[in-house]
């Protein structure tokens, strides 16, 4: 059974720092690209980083050289790591994983509604 674990949203002033973990069982995350995502009751959900099943991560915009993407295979467990934050990053953050056959880029091209196991999120709250 697949299973995705987050942890280490929390609250922190702008400039902070804060590092998400997703702890995945039932399956290896090295197997298949694992994505984070985040939304807010504004807007739909984003996606922020992607790293593909041979380790090439590719980021949002508006997180490019603030964020790094990783995960330990040995652990079975993928980072996000935030730095410089800014208010504008305060939303509900989550992993995912498109668990199935499928070419490396495969996941560039998929809409959130296309990954099919969710973790159950995690709150991160920056204040200005």
């Known amino acids: 059974q697949v299973r995705l674990v987050e942890s280490g949203g929390g609250s922190v002033q702008a400039g902070g720092s804060l590092s998400l973990s997703c702890a995945a069982s039932g399956y290896s995350i090295s197997s298949y690209c694992m994505t984070w995502f985040r939304q807010t009751p504004e807007k739909e959900r984003e996606r922020v980083a992607i790293?593909?099943?041979?380790?090439?991560?590719t980021y949002a915009d508006s997180v490019k050289g603030r964020f790094t993407i990783s995960r330990d295979n040995a652990k079975n467990t993928l980072y996000l790591q935030m730095n410089s934050l800014k208010p504008e990053d305060s939303a509900m953050y989550y992993c995912a994983a498109f668990i199935a056959p499928s070419s490396l880029y495969a996941c560039y091209a998929l809409s959130w509604r296309q990954y099919n196991y969710w973790g159950q999120g995690t709150q991160v709250t920056v204040s200005s």
């Open positions: 790293v593909l099943r041979d380790g090439t991560t």
